[in-house]
């Protein structure tokens, strides 16, 4: 099974709110990622978790906050968001983030739309 | 660091017709894969080809990391083939993997 799985799937939002994405894989991957990725641009990386720990953080604005509970879950916790972070938010895992095996898979991601 | 290309930018083919589809890349590489985003914006892994050639159907990828490009082919294309075609590729000094600009192929019954 390589299916990694997201909820919700649409999410709109006000600047003022507390929202929370998730992410599930059950293929045993001790990686997990954040991606955001706008309309006609490729992802970019967000964060990456290596088992269960926060091990880059590429410069994110804190009003998004990570969070991995445990090695099949990933959060990303949502708040005083501005419109322009409305965007498609795709979480990926692989086997380990440093070694050969770390071919990535992408669950089908959240479109966020901050009013 | 590393710097990933793709060509050409746009495609439109007739069903049926074939094609290929570039990536180049900068340095070496650990890990390349092709990823197909269809338009509800699900990343599906196509190939995961650091070197070599591979078939899967219809689609058949190779990349030659000597002379740092992977091509991958698109025979008897479909209209369920359109969307945008990405490369991304990891080089091994940090957990980033680096992605093109894509390719947007649009097939036409």
């Known amino acids: 099974d390589t299916e990694v799985t997201q909820t919700p799937k649409h999410l709109v939002m006000g600047m003022t709110n507390k929202k929370s994405l998730k992410c599930e894989q059950h293929?045993?991957?001790?990686?997990m990622y954040w991606y955001k990725q706008k309309a006609k641009k490729p992802p970019e990386l967000m964060f990456v978790?290596?088992?269960?720990?926060?091990?880059i953080n590429e410069s994110v604005p804190s009003r998004f906050s990570p969070e991995c509970p445990n090695s099949s879950l990933l959060n990303l916790h949502l708040h005083a968001l501005q419109p322009e972070d409305s965007a498609l938010y795709l979480c990926?895992?692989?086997?380990?983030?440093?070694?050969?095996?770390?071919?990535?898979?992408f669950g089908p991601g959240t479109r966020l739309t901050v009013l | 660091g590393i710097q990933v290309e793709q060509s050409p930018p746009d495609l439109i083919l007739q069903e049926g017709a074939n094609s290929t589809l570039r990536c180049n890349f900068s340095?070496?590489?650990?890990?390349l894969q092709w990823f197909h985003q269809n338009p509800w914006g699900q990343l599906i892994n196509l190939f995961y080809?650091?070197?070599g050639t591979k078939q899967n159907g219809r689609l058949s990828a190779t990349t030659v990391a000597t002379e740092r490009y992977s091509l991958l082919y698109i025979s008897s294309s479909q209209t369920t083939d359109s969307g945008v075609y990405f490369c991304?590729?990891?080089?091994?000094?940090?957990?980033?993997?680096?992605f093109g600009k894509g390719i947007t192929l649009s097939v036409r019954p």
């Open positions: 293929m045993g991957h001790r990686a």
């Open positions: 990926a895992s692989s086997q380990d983030s440093l070694g050969p095996s770390n071919e990535q898979f």
């Open positions: 080809i650091p070197s």
């Open positions: 340095d070496s590489v650990n890990n």
């Open positions: 978790y290596s088992y269960e720990k926060l091990s």
């Open positions: 991304a590729a990891w080089t091994g000094a940090n957990s980033k993997l680096t």
